[in-house]
């Protein structure tokens, strides 16, 4: 994290754990506020990688499962980075600023993720590096949230996954259930400024925050403990556009292209609730879940993709589980998190379709 930044917000009143804002003070009331009111928060979770270089659209494009050459400066989007297997490595969000690439993905994936992407880039004249320290992102979002932001960024984009560049400000609308939500990236000091007018009528949260509404959103991540656990399709990155099958080769792309057109997908990604006891340890991106009818030691039928606190309490969670478990299994209460006498995932409702 950029350390001026990182100054500016402890003096906001923020509280930060390795490097991510837990809260301004009031969790709880930070979170009803998530949910009811409007509200920004600090994003320097997502670390960023850097792509330059006449080379970097090509280069993207034969690594990612989407189709670089839609993203510009009206466009950004959602793509998958996957080993040869098929296997995801990475999620992120691309945007096109100041000529170059620019890919958010959770910071504890930024290390290894460049280092993947550098062995490819062979004799392509393209520059990839970690700028996660140079610029600021926050996350506004709520009822008023584009009433707040226009006038202070001169415009923003108008439907999802599109984006806007007016000076030194970059605006994405990103995917959201209900709410809008804009992710603003910018330099420092510029950031600093549109922090403090926001300030007056925004009520600063804690990061998780902003988290759960990606998982309402039902937008998947890939973290440390499930690099190479899913193949695309499994989190649903098909049915949000994540995936273009027209584009032509990349990495990973004949497996998961035979699974479109000739296979029969067994996963997909859920949105559920658990609820749990204050003193129950959370549950964790990997975590196995279980079926009370099914043997566990013959297969584990879902695996935790992402979970955040939810504001009435328990944990929201995204799951990859089978398909043909999934649909009874959750409607009736048989699918358990740590056992299978464990807590129950209560089914919610996806804001698209995985039919």
Known sequence: MNQTW??????AGARFDNGIIQDFGNPEREQQASVSGTVMTDLSHLGIIRAS???AAGFLQGQLTNDISQVDSSHCQISGYCNPQGRLLAIAQIFLYQDDYFLLLPASLIHET?????KYTLMAKVGLIDVSDDWVRVGVYGKQAASLLQPLTGGLPDKQQSAMVNGDLCVLHIAAAEVPRYLVFGPPAVMQTLWGKLDVHAAAVGAHNWGWHDIQAGLPA??????GSFIPQMVNLDAFDGINFKKGCYTGQEIIARLHYRGKLKRRLY?????????????????ILYHEDIDPESQAIGHIVRCQPAPEGGISV???????LAGSGLKNGKIHWQ???GPVLEPRQLPYSID
């Open 318 to 324: 995204l799951a990859v589980i089978v398909i043909e």
């Open 339 to 341: 056992s299978a006498t």
């Open 271 to 287: 949105l559920a609730h658990i609820t749990t006891e204050s003193t129950t340890s959370p549950p964790q991106p990997g975590d």
């Open 114 to 118: 460049l280092e993947r992407l550098k």
């Open 222 to 227: 890939v973290y440390p403990e499930t690099i």
């Open 53 to 55: 270089g006449s080379d």
């Open 6 to 11: 990182k100054t500016f917000l402890e003096d």
